[in-house]
């Protein structure tokens, strides 16, 4: 019975420090990943924070974040008047749901043709294009510049749309290939011997299939041209078809800059992004786990 107890006494120790060791490493995990998010979402919290704050303070600052004598919501007042803003929204809506949607045609139409469609420049056209994700942005601003002037589309919808889909179809091929690489081929056969044809399967067939990845391309097209700025400054002269990130330039003056409205702008500027990438985040993960496995 002496030798039972103190077995039974033995493995109780044994599974209390096993416990310890468990709170103890599941604590500093926590601490950690809090460390981590601190530094991850204090950028957003030192921006809302300095847009409700004029000039003297931001400038008599000397922590990272300040308490205003008074909260400057007239800063968000000019961020809307003045700087043009609910112009901009429009334009940056409308420039990134047509990206948005060209990228997700492509995408479709351009993987089909490379993954399903045997013919033997296959293998050569997909690396072509998938080519694109290795070519830098300031690269091709000049030669763009120049053939955009000489078929008159500076200064238009088209000179902003064109390179944002140019970019942003790369990566959307790469990941529709490999996740179409997964679906089985049984299925198409199926439908086409229903009777479904090209122009049918690919809409009522394979796009269903798709949606994960779909979604992931949309909403990393997305989050990547809604801030983008060189290439709408290089292109594009005139407010009608600039873009959000143009409304910080409206406080930016030759010897001084409303620097409280310029953060209330960037604060509008980023809520939208911010809201999309907290709401879909999931689809982003998901959607390039299973768009990566094959391809």
């Not at 107890?5 to 604590?27: P, Y």
């Not at 990566?171 to 198409?188: A, D, K, N, S």
Request: aromatic share 12%; charged share 15%; hydrophobic share 55%.
């Amino acid at each position: 019975m002496a030798l039972s107890d103190s077995k039974m006494i033995a493995a109780r120790e044994k599974a209390r420090e096993q416990r310890l060791r468990q709170t103890t490493g599941t604590a500093i995990k926590m601490t950690i990943l809090s460390l981590v998010a601190v530094i991850q979402i204090f950028p957003l919290i030192w921006l809302v924070n300095f847009s409700f704050a004029n000039n003297t303070e931001i400038f008599a600052s000397t922590t990272p974040l300040i308490i205003p004598e008074t909260l400057l919501f007239s800063n968000y007042v000019r961020a809307f008047v003045d700087g043009h803003f609910l112009l901009f929204f429009r334009n940056s809506v409308i420039i990134n749901f047509l990206a948005v949607i060209l990228v997700l045609f492509i995408s479709v139409i351009s993987a089909f043709a490379c993954t399903r469609m045997r013919f033997k420049l296959s293998g050569l056209v997909r690396t072509l294009m998938l080519l694109g994700m290795m070519i830098p942005i300031h690269a091709t601003l000049l030669p763009n510049y120049v053939i955009f002037l000489r078929l008159e589309i500076i200064d238009t919808i088209w000179a902003v749309l064109i390179p944002y889909v140019a970019f942003s179809l790369p990566m959307g091929v790469f990941l529709t290939c490999g996740f179409m690489g997964t679906i089985p081929r049984e299925i198409e056969e199926a439908a086409i011997i229903d009777g479904c044809g090209v122009f049918r399967l690919i809409p009522y067939v394979i796009v269903p299939l798709l949606r994960p990845v779909l979604m992931t391309v949309a909403i990393m097209t997305y989050l990547t041209n809604w801030n983008e700025f060189i290439m709408a400054m290089t292109f594009l002269r005139t407010r009608t078809w600039r873009t959000l990130p143009f409304s910080v330039l409206e406080f930016v003056g030759q010897y001084i800059s409303d620097f409280g409205a310029q953060f209330a702008v960037m604060t509008l500027t980023a809520l939208p992004a911010v809201l999309i990438f907290l709401l879909l985040s999931k689809h982003i993960t998901k959607g390039v786990a299973m768009g990566s496995v094959k391809g």
